[in-house]
């Protein structure tokens, strides 16, 4: 879909410098404020090396013909957070590391991860969350280390919610 960048962007402001935005947090005195706008391109560039992101509707059109897939497969995906997916400018976007392409369908610690984060981050801060490096992943994007260690990723996850509670 997208085509591969040689690296992800890099952060200047620490490992939440994406978590800048969405949601109704106080901003700290002189912080700078990116909008929706703003993290959405730093949003293709993240996941770029992960695959980029799906339109939702990409996404059930993947599945067409899957048997076992109906025209609702994907929004009961994201009523019972087994995937990351975030709204901008009227479309729905989903991050394409969370499937897995020979079974189309997301991996399962994909949604593991996201009951981790909700309730504490909203969904462009779950999105966020996985294209950021992570301290707990010895500064791994959980995005890039979700299929070779799903467990250390869930932590991750786990210690984030923590910090943020």
Known sequence: MNQMMSQPIASTRGTRAFLTEPSARAQAPGSRKLGRDELFLQMLDAYRISGGLFRGADVNTLLEGRGRHSAGTVDSWKD?????????????????????????????????????????FDNWE?????????????????????????DQVIQAARHDRQLVT
């Not at 990351?84 to 610690?109: E, G, N, S, V, Y």
């Open 126 to 150: 779950m999105a966020l969350w996985f294209a950021q490096p992570s301290a707990v992943l010895e500064g791994r994007l959980p995005a890039d280390a979700l299929r070779s260690d799903p």
């Open 80 to 120: 019972k957070n087994e995937v990351i997916f975030f709204d901008w400018q009227c479309l729905t976007w989903m991050p394409r590391f969370q499937f897995d392409m020979a079974a189309k369908a997301p991996w399962t610690a994909v949604g593991l991860v996201a009951i981790e984060l909700a309730g504490v």
